[in-house]
T-cell receptor
Framework: DTEVTQTPKHLVMGMTNKKSLKCEQH?????MYWYKQKAKKPPELMFV???????INESVPSRFSPECPNSSLLNLHLHALQPEDSALYLC????????????FGPGTRLTVT | DAKTTQPTSMDCAEGRAANLPCNHS???????VYWYRQIHSQGPQYIIH???NNETNEMASLIITEDRKSSTLILPHATLRDTAVYYC?????????????FGTGTRLQVTL
């Protein structure tokens, strides 16, 4: 199974809401990533988890809070977002932090109203 | 990491070979060339990578020039399903961060 799943596929939330994005992989990968992709732009790295520990935070605002409860799951908790945070949020995984062959999920399309 | 330069867009007739160039003139000896693609409304997909030798897999071939300053991704028989944005990315040989930095890529349109 080389699949990374993400839920939900689409999410609309208000600026005062709290929501979470979920990502799951069962490939035994020990590195997981969150990327953000604005329309017609390339994906940009947000966070890297390695062996369930946060390894890289690319200066992401605190209204985005990642969590890695176990080696198969990655969450992104959202709170007090702004309309400019509307984007496609992509999750990826790789064998470990030193591997650049990453498997991406289909993404969650987030709209902040 | 070395910077890459790719054409903004390219067209290819279905059934013909698609040759996508990438310039990475500042690449250093310990950096790989990776190729990903992103089909519309999907996540990026790994295609192939190489260091200095040419590489081939079931999806594509990667030709790297001898001086390593440029490379070409070849899709030997393009189909409509190959329409996508193709990203050329240069990464360290051994990474401590697995940080993929996507450039603007090449939008390949495969037509009938």
């Amino acid at each position: 199974d080389t699949e990374v799943t993400q839920t939900p596929k689409h999410l609309v939330m208000g600026m005062t809401n709290k929501k979470s994005l979920k990502c799951e992989q069962h490939m035994g990968h020990r590195a997981m990533y969150w990327y953000k992709q604005k329309a017609k732009k390339p994906p940009e790295l947000m966070f890297v988890y390695s062996y369930e520990k946060l390894s890289i935070n690319e200066s992401v605002p605190s209204r985005f809070s990642p969590e890695c409860p176990n080696s198969s799951l990655l969450n992104l908790h959202l709170h007090a977002l702004q309309p400019e945070d509307s984007a496609l949020y992509l999750c990826a995984s790789s064998r470990d932090r030193g591997h650049y062959e990453q498997y991406f999920g289909p993404g969650t399309r987030l709209t902040v109203t | 990491d070395a910077k890459t330069t790719q054409p903004t867009s390219m067209d290819c007739a279905e059934g013909r070979a698609a040759n996508l160039p990438c310039n990475h003139s500042t690449i250093s000896g310990n950096e790989y060339v990776y190729w990903y693609r992103q089909i519309h409304s999907q996540g990026p997909q790994y295609i192939i990578h190489g260091l200095k030798n040419n590489e081939t897999n079931e999806m594509a071939s990667l030709i790297i020039t001898e001086d390593r300053k440029s490379s070409t991704l070849i899709l030997p028989h393009a189909t409509l399903r190959d329409t996508a944005v193709y990203y050329c990315i240069v990464t360290p040989l051994t990474g401590t961060a697995s940080k993929l930095t996507f450039g603007t890529g090449t939008r390949l349109q495969v037509t009938l």
